[in-house]
């Protein structure tokens, strides 16, 4: 059964300050990783994706992705209170990974003002 | 921009209906997925749909489920005899083979409420 598992959280952290989001993966052949935030009663919403081991930087979120260790994670700095969501890592199957993504159950993320 | 969308946003029905979930999906994209989620739970897949055929589903999409693309534009979920655990968010999704890679954009989604 493959799987991709985050904290749950909350995770709670104060108005400008990072917030780190890690994710792993069970499956060795897949081959790129998003990052979807969650608001609530919300449909995900695609933030970052990234298929190469490192650092990918978009604005204030860097996903980061270590293949060998089967982790990916998800920066946010300066966070803002408007970033209080649910994260979710997702992962497409397999190497062409076209016909199944699966999901996280995602990480709570609270920013106080 | 262009979207996933879905109707209805809202349907109550009673256990033991059918039930028609409806999606349009991004004209170009070629793959459709229908998504779960139960609330409180996570986002669990149901079934994805390329070239006129499932190409994969869950051990969740049984023989209660059903997907068709009837028209060109159109992609539905049945749900025949629902039960009250069929009660969820359906989201569904698109992909365009080409150049978003694996990217996988979503409807609003239907929340279905089985009473």
């Known amino acids: 059964q493959k799987e991709v598992e985050q904290n749950s959280g909350p995770l709670s952290v104060p108005e400008g300050a990072i917030a780190s989001l890690n994710c792993t993966y069970s499956?060795?052949?897949?081959?790129?990783f998003f990052w979807y935030r969650q608001y609530s009663g919300k449909s995900p919403e695609l933030i970052m994706s990234?298929?190469?081991?490192g650092d990918k930087e978009d604005g204030r979120f860097t996903a980061q992705l270590n293949k060998a260790s089967q982790y990916v994670s998800l920066l946010i700095r300066d966070s803002q209170p408007s970033d209080s969501a649910t994260y979710l890592c997702a992962v497409p199957l397999g190497y062409t990974g076209g016909f199944k993504t699966i999901f996280g159950a995602g990480t709570r993320l609270f920013v106080k003002a | 921009e262009p979207e996933v969308t879905q109707t209805p946003s809202h349907q109550v029905t009673q256990m033991g209906q059918e039930v028609i979930l409806r999606c349009v999906p991004i004209s170009n994209h070629l793959y459709f997925y229908w998504y779960r989620q139960i609330l409180g739970q996570k986002v669990e897949f149901l079934v994805s749909f390329y070239n006129n055929e499932i190409s994969e589903k869950s051990e969740i999409f049984d023989d209660q489920f059903s997907v068709e693309r009837p028209d060109g534009s159109n992609f539905t979920l049945k749900i025949r005899s629902t039960k009250l655990e069929d009660s969820a968010m359906y989201f569904c999704?698109?992909?365009?083979?080409?150049?978003?890679?694996?990217?996988?954009?979503f409807g609003e989604g239907s929340w279905l409420t089985v009473v």
């Open positions: 990234i298929y190469s081991n």
């Open positions: 999704a698109s992909r365009d083979s080409l150049s978003s890679g694996n990217t996988i954009y």
């Open positions: 499956d060795r052949g897949s081959q790129s």
